[in-house]
Every structure is written in C-alpha cells, then in structure tokens.
C-alpha cells in the first residue's frame, strides 16, 4: 500500500441568512384557545350490537 497526501477539504459555503419569514417567530397558542378539526365522536358499533361469536356458536351448534 502507498501513502497518499490526505485531501484537502473543500470551504465549506458561507451560510446564508435565513429566510425572512423564519427571523421572528409568531406567539404562542394558548391551548384554551384551539379547537379540534378532526370528528372526535365514537364510530358506530359495526356488528349493530350483535356478538358476531355468538351467532357463529348458535350457527354451527
């Protein structure tokens, strides 16, 4: 094996300033002050209240 010189690293980019959009960010939200926008009801019972295991048993008895 030969020993190679090691790399020279490339400079780095100088870093531009941010957006401007993203210099001050807006105040906070009181969670008092939020409301849900998703439908946060209980789905309705899929069988329509009957015991699907319960009709299989008394099927095949």
Do not use: C, K, Y
Request: net charge negative; charged share 30%.
């Amino acid at each position: 094996m030969s020993a190679t010189a090691p790399r020279p690293q490339p400079h780095p980019e100088p870093r531009a300033e941010p957006a401007p959009d993203f210099r001050r960010l807006p105040e906070p939200i009181a969670l008092e002050d939020t409301i849900a926008t998703q439908d946060v009801r209980d789905v309705p019972d899929p069988d329509g209240g009957r015991d699907p295991n319960h009709d299989w048993m008394i099927r095949h008895a």
